[in-house]
């Protein structure tokens, strides 16, 4: 990593998506005349495609699936007409500033409210919201925005530079503005899909739930990207008002956001030119199929069954296709892995010896402690009154039969559910309803008895995300920077995976690694955000027992930096393992003690034994 | 360098502008050359003329809602220009019977060419499409729409790219009011009209004094008649104002605005709501029994109303009405158009048909007349007030505002028992002649004096 | 202007303004809590309904002809749809189901505009239920009344299903919890089909319902969609109380709005989602943690 003075070779690397569409919007005006285009419908399309980008990094790449995406092009856009007609300026850099700002800011209100649910919810939201604002727009704000008549008049803009001006008069001067506004917009967005925040947000898309058990502040992350792409949307809206000289009531009708949504997914989401590439063929068949004769008000028809058949079976859109046909005709036999897994020096000391019950009982502080903890579902009383306490460095094997309350029990100790009663203490505070990701952050993580890992992601990426919930704390927007280049990180990455051996595996999609190196990937997640106390589900669950025995070592490893709690149903992990063992039955602790004195416990073994017994009778 | 035409309108530093620009330009290594003309002398190109006229053909740029709310009424529309460019090009229809273009084929000896959009009963669409057909196909005219927001925003486009625009329907005041231009001519009546051509008829069937309630669709349109009709009635009558239910355009179920109405006391009930709003909104007025309580008045009557409501619900209804074909039985060119559209389609036109047709024949007029296709010459022909037997009688445009001054059907419903065919849902009580009804005022208006 | 009978008139207007909101609502609550697909050509649906209750009162001259063939037309069309597409739709993400839905929805709606035409049709109200009662306050059309009857007595209807069959057994344990109702190996395909179908056929029944007061024109559905959907949010998703209380309460905030305030009717609709996400995302009647 050294500081590069501009090398053209390495800039040239560096920028070539945006060197590479700004050579073909160059030549285009000179193709345009030979295949029915004119700059009025370049401009749109590149207002389309800036419309879209923003809605790319939502959908594509946080997958908020919004059909409200109207109300902040509406709303950039009046407010950036009426800035200019009003006038409060003349210059239409300022209008579109202020339109901008106006729609991040609307973003933030629509963003707090829709964000409050996920999923399909959010896209009802969006929708109402989006309607919402429709009806504001052509009733009660009409004195300023027209109502049904828009705002004409919007002067041809004046872009003022303080120094100078420049007065564009003609649709080829706009196209120029709109191509320098799209490429730098489409850089941003670039910047972003390649910046640590933008690998959070992949993350939100893959496994919301994980993102946020790491100690990632999803919540926060999902607003400042809707707020981006509010922004976005703002910006394309002031373009358009500037575009046609007048601002269109359409900019807040549910059509608008409708084609956005089309346009996007014909063009292929998660590309972040999809959104352009779709608005030209929407506009391209618009016109063709409307001069077909016999089809002529049937053109909408048609893009809804086209639509419809490329979600069905080709979800990734014309460019998603393009991309992946162009990695299978690059693809070569993979190559041997680039990192030397010896060169990666392991943060945590060599294996230690067989540990076994003789070793002396932890004696360090308490670090974990959890009083009259209970939890009740209705009737149902999960967990009852336990009280616990966890000395550093220990590893404690919590057990119990089926239906002991041993999960919730654990769910409770990481955040991830509410007691209904009782506190958690970690270092001496309490921590309870702090929720997964605070607790997290503050250095508890768990690792889940189902892999919760990001399956498209690489398990270079995926490490990525654990270790920057602990290097850039709970909330970062660190936009701009290349995550790949911060070297803290990198380390970090690293030396994660040489702990659960998937040194070699980096560029590897997760998706594709054997069932055992899955549930080291997950393990992996939880450890490299470098935990104070790590917390393991079943980490055995479901693997050979050859598989087990390399688990059991691989832990026993872990275990020389970190304190552990199990839960876990192979006694033979659990005795290999544990310092101490906590024994939980009908919600009540039962026994807590050394592995050799719960062996010989009776009443851990009547509760086992009786159990059984149970289980089979039923 | 003439590529990037940066045109110094202001008074700007208009030299580190050009730089940039060319810079822009030159860095791309083209020089793209498509450039908005713009007035300078008589002599001079403007807009797409001549261009647009050089050759065999001329193209005029068609915009009709086909999708969306309006699109029955933007189907009459379409049908409307396809025969009349049909009789243009042929000498059928009308055209023989025009002093002007009898006897011949095409405009100045030019075919007409055309391209229909669909506007989605939007105004960007529709802006968007006439921009593709003024830009790329050069058109030497534009014309259609079906929304008074659509008709304004295709005004000034036609005004910013300086091409001819034959308004297609239009109701609301701004049209030819404080939004008209220069390149606009506008044929149906305005709300302005409408209202003060209902009047006498008012006069006669409901009398003086009476109590009025109006239910508005909250836009330009609606805003317009509900005044102009306020002040008419006010005035000629005397009857008062209970005040105005505005509704969302789109609603589908008024119940709420219409008990309002039903509580109100009202004697009459205006009923601006257009389109499919007016058909849902008269139905229910129907079953909230305010039809038996009152009268009800539709200023501006949708195309379809008739046949959408039924004489159930229509008769006895009082309104305008752009034309209707029952004017056949007494003007001769009205026969001609409606015989021949009948002939084609198999129904007889509506409204906007004879807007698109009627607009297109007073515009092949004109431009024959000014023998050349120059907006110039043709608007400066357009105003000149020369009088065209037309399906109303005569018409004309004013010069100050570019509304044609046209006679205005007046019409009431009739009952089941009244009709003589499945069509025949109204009958002319007035047909009130185009220049008692002008506004003399030119509702804000202020057309410049040179194109 | 507000007197106390209009107030009155208002109140009692927003009941059957609710009344058809909660029957539109009932069948999209009842999809998306059971499949977890949030159908966005619901509104197509009612309104591909209306049509098919309009073909068929044209034949027939019978509203409970037109009635029965909305239902039955849409519950097909729902296996259609359900059998064609939806199903391949389970195992993808649920932004995947509400493309395809949205996609749907435009084919739905520009073919019955080919079909139809723009024209509003209209479906009289039956001649059980012409004319007016005079309810003291106010004149009320007869339908609307009697669709109040008519919505309480499918909600009657649907109740009995949802809480007295096997079939509503299903449906609800699958609003709690999908994954379970997989594990104990009913047959969730046959369930998830006529769930949907069913969903489909309120749809296409609220259409037919809703013609003789609104118009049957193709992008009918459109406002209704996004109102229930405000509903759902209110009242929360899956729940049948929920799809109840939040249609009533809209139907009283657009009847009450409009007549303080007629312009501001819609908006306020959604102020009142907004202020319900704000107190309660879950909705009134939600379920906490289910997204």
């Known amino acids: ?618 | 360098m003439e590529g990037e035409r940066i045109v110094a309108q202001r008074k700007k530093n208009s030299v580190s502008r050009r730089r940039v620009l060319q810079g822009a330009a030159a860095a791309a290594g083209t020089l793209p050359l498509i450039h908005v003309p713009r007035a300078f002398a008589a002599e001079e190109s403007i807009g797409n003329w001549p261009e647009g006229a050089k050759g065999e053909s001329v193209f005029v740029g068609v915009t009709v809602p086909l999708t969306g709310p309006y699109s029955a009424d933007g189907h009459d529309l379409q049908k409307g220009y396809e025969i009349a460019f049909e009789h243009l090009n042929e000498g059928g229809g009308l055209v023989p019977h025009v002093p002007s273009l009898h006897g011949k084929k095409g405009v100045l000896g030019k075919k007409l060419v055309y391209k229909i959009a669909d506007t989605q009963t939007q105004p960007n669409p529709a802006v968007q499409a006439q921009t593709t057909f003024i830009t790329q196909d050069k058109a030497i005219m534009i014309t259609g729409c079906l929304a008074s927001n659509t008709a304004i925003a295709l005004e000034k486009l036609a005004q910013r790219y300086r091409v001819l625009n034959m308004v297609g329907c239009s109701g609301a005041n701004e049209t030819t009011g404080v939004d008209c231009q220069k390149y606009a001519f506008r044929s149906q009546p305005s709300a302005y009209m409408a209202a003060r051509a209902l009047v006498p008829a008012l006069a006669k069937a409901i009398g003086k004094n009476k109590k009025s309630i109006y239910l508005v669709p909250d836009y330009a349109y609606g805003h317009s008649v509900e005044h102009s009709t306020g002040e008419f009635t006010e005035k000629a009558l005397g009857w008062k104002s209970l005040g105005s239910q505005v509704c969302p355009v789109g609603t589908t179920d008024y119940s709420s605005y219409l008990l309002n109405i039903a509580n109100s006391g009202a004697d009459v009930f205006v009923n601006v709501a257009f389109g499919n709003d007016a058909v849902a909104s008269c139905k229910q007025a129907k079953q909230f029994g305010i039809l038996d309580k009152m009268k009800m008045i539709v200023p501006n009557i949708s195309a379809f109303q008739g046949q959408e409501l039924g004489p159930e619900i229509m008769g006895g209804v009082y309104g305008t009405l752009d034309f209707w074909w029952t004017l056949a039985e007494t003007n001769a060119m009205a026969k001609v158009f409606v015989d021949t559209f009948y002939a084609k389609y198999k129904y007889r036109p509506n409204w906007p048909a004879h807007i698109a047709y009627t607009q297109m024949m007073v515009w092949a007029d004109a431009v024959t007349r000014a023998k050349t296709f120059d907006p110039r010459k043709v608007i400066a022909e357009l105003e000149a007030g020369h009088k065209l037997q037309m399906p109303l009688g005569e018409v004309w445009y004013r010069k100050e505002d570019h509304q044609q001054v046209r006679a205005v059907p007046v019409v009431v419903g009739k009952t089941k028992a009244q009709m003589r065919n499945d069509e025949d849902f109204f009958q002319i009580v007035n047909l009130t002649p185009g220049p008692e009804v002008m506004p003399p005022d030119f509702l804000g208006c202020k057309m410049p004096t040179s194109a | ?291």
């Not at chain 1, 990094?57 to 007409?81: D, N, P």
């Not at chain 1, 502040?217 to 976005?232: G, S």
């Not at chain 3, 007549?259 to 009647?285: D, E, H, K, N, T």
């Open chain 1, 1 to 618: 990593m050294t500081v590069r003075a501009a090398r053209p070779a390495a800039l040239a690397r560096r920028f070539a998506p945006e060197i590479a569409l700004i050579v073909i919007l160059a030549i285009l005006p000179a193709i345009l005349p030979h295949i029915g285009g004119t700059y009025d419908i370049a401009n749109r399309i590149l207002d389309w495609g800036l419309f879209g980008l923003g809605f790319d990094l939502l959908f594509g790449f946080t997958g908020l699936l919004s059909f409200g995406q109207a109300a902040f092009y509406g709303a950039g856009g009046f407010v950036a007409a009426y800035f200019l007609i009003a006038p409060f300026t003349n210059n239409a850099i300022v209008a579109l500033i202020a339109g901008t700002v106006a729609a991040a800011i609307f973003g933030v209100i629509i963003g707090y409210l829709s964000l409050r649910r996920a999923g399909i919810y959010f896209a009802m939201l969006t929708l109402a919201f989006g309607e919402m604002f429709f009806f504001l727009d052509i009733s009660p704000l009409a004195r300023w925005t027209g109502g049904e008549n828009g705002v004409a008049g919007v002067p041809e803009p004046s872009l003022g530079f303080g120094l100078f001006t420049i007065d564009i008069t003609d649709p080829g001067g706009l196209y120029w503005l709109l191509v320098v506004v799209f490429v730098v917009g489409f850089w941003v967005a670039r910047r972003i899909v390649a910046s640590p925040f933008g690998t959070v947000l992949r993350a939100i898309r893959e496994n919301t739930a994980r993102t946020a058990a790491v100690g990632h502040d999803v919540p926060k992350y999902k607003l400042t990207i809707f707020v981006i792409a509010a922004a976005y949307a703002g910006l394309a809206g002031g373009l358009l008002g500037l575009l046609q000289g007048y601002m269109p009531p359409d900019a807040f009708y549910l059509d608008t956001s409708g084609q956005l949504v089309v346009q996007t997914i014909i063009g292929g989401a998660g590309t972040l030119i999809g959104p352009l590439v779709g608005a030209a063929v929407w506009l391209y068949l618009y016109t063709l199929l409307q001069n077909i004769a016999g089809i002529g008000a049937l053109w909408k028809m048609i893009l809804g069954i086209i639509f419809v058949l490329l979600v069905t079976i080709f979800r990734r859109g014309l460019c998603g296709g393009a991309v992946v046909l162009w990695r299978r005709l690059r693809a070569r036999p993979a190559p041997a892995p680039a990192v030397a897994s010896a060169s990666v020096k392991p943060t945590r000391a060599a294996p230690e010896p067989r540990r076994s019950t003789q070793r002396p009982p932890p004696t360090g502080p308490v670090v974990l402690a959890t009083r009259n903890l209970t939890k009740r579902y209705g009737g149902l009383t999960a967990v009852d009154d336990v009280s616990f306490e966890l000395r550093e460095g220990e590893i404690r094997a919590v057990i119990g039969p089926n239906g002991a309350g041993k999960s919730t029990f654990f769910n409770m100790l990481a955040n991830v559910i509410p007691p209904t009663s009782g506190t958690i203490e970690f270092n001496g505070d309490n921590i309870t309803g702090l929720g997964a990701t605070l607790v997290c952050q503050r250095g508890i993580s768990k690792s889940f008895q189902i892999n919760q890992i990001f399956p498209s992601l690489t398990v270079r990426d995926n490490l990525r995300i654990a270790v920057l919930a602990r290097s850039y704390g709970k909330f970062r927007p660190s936009m701009l920077r290349a995550v790949d280049r911060d070297a803290t990180v990198n380390a970090g990455i690293d030396a994660a995976a040489a702990s659960v051996q998937l040194a070699e595996r980096l560029d590897t999609p997760a998706a594709e690694l054997a069932y055992g190196e899955k549930r080291r990937l997950e393990i992996g997640l939880a450890l490299a955000t470098q935990p104070q106390i790590l917390l393991l589900d079943e980490p055995t669950a479901g693997m050979s027992p050859a598989e087990r025995v390399d688990t059991v070592q691989l832990l026993r490893r872990i275990a020389s930096g970190v304190t552990i709690v199990i839960v876990e149903h192979d006694m033979d992990v659990v005795f290999g393992l544990a310092d101490r063992i906590t024994v939980l039955f009908n919600g009540h602790k039962i026994a807590e003690d050394t592995p050799d004195a719960i062996q010989a416990n009776p009443d851990v073994r009547a509760a086992y034994l009786g159990s059984q017994a149970a289980h089979e009778s039923a």
């Open chain 3, 1 to 291: 202007m507000i007197s106390w009978p209009l107030f009155f008139s208002q109140v009692f207007n927003g009941l059957t303004l609710g009344a058809l909101l909660v029957l539109v609502a009932m069948g999209l609550t009842i999809v998306f809590g059971t499949l977890g697909v949030v159908n966005f050509a619901h509104g197509a649906l009612y309104g591909l309904g209306a049509y098919a209750g309009y073909v068929a009162y044209g034949y027939t001259n019978s509203f409970v002809v037109a009635m029965a063939a909305g239902a039955l037309c849409l519950l097909i069309v729902g296996i259609i749809i359900e059998r064609g597409l939806i199903r391949l739709y389970y195992q993808r993400p649920a932004e995947d189901q509400i493309l395809v839905t949205f996609g749907v929805a435009i084919i739905l709606v520009e073919g019955m505009r080919a079909a139809f035409g723009g024209l509003a049709r209209n479906i009289p109200a039956p001649s059980w239920a012409a004319g007016i009662v005079n309810l003291h306050v106010t004149l009320y059309p007869t339908y609307r009344i009697d669709v109040l009857a008519i919505v309480s007595a499918s909600l009657v209807l649907l109740y009995f299903v949802l809480y007295r069959t096997r079939l509503g057994l299903i449906v609800r344990a699958g609003i709690e919890d999908q994954l379970m109702v997989n594990i104990l190996g009913i047959n969730v395909t046959r369930t998830f089909l006529t769930v949907f179908a069913l969903g489909a056929m309120a749809a296409g029944f609220a259409g037919v319902i809703n013609a003789p007061i609104v118009t049957v024109t193709p992008d009918m559905g459109a406002d209704i969609l996004v109102q229930s959907f405000v509903v759902v949010v209110i009242g929360g998703v899956g729940s049948f109380w929920g799809a109840v209380v939040g249609g009533l309460i809209a139907g009283e905030i657009l009847a009450l709005t409009a007549m303080i305030q007629p312009a501001y009717s819609q908006v306020m609709l959604f102020a009142a989602m907004a202020l319900v996400l704000i107190l309660r995302p879950q909705g009134l009647f939600g379920v906490e943690g289910r997204q």
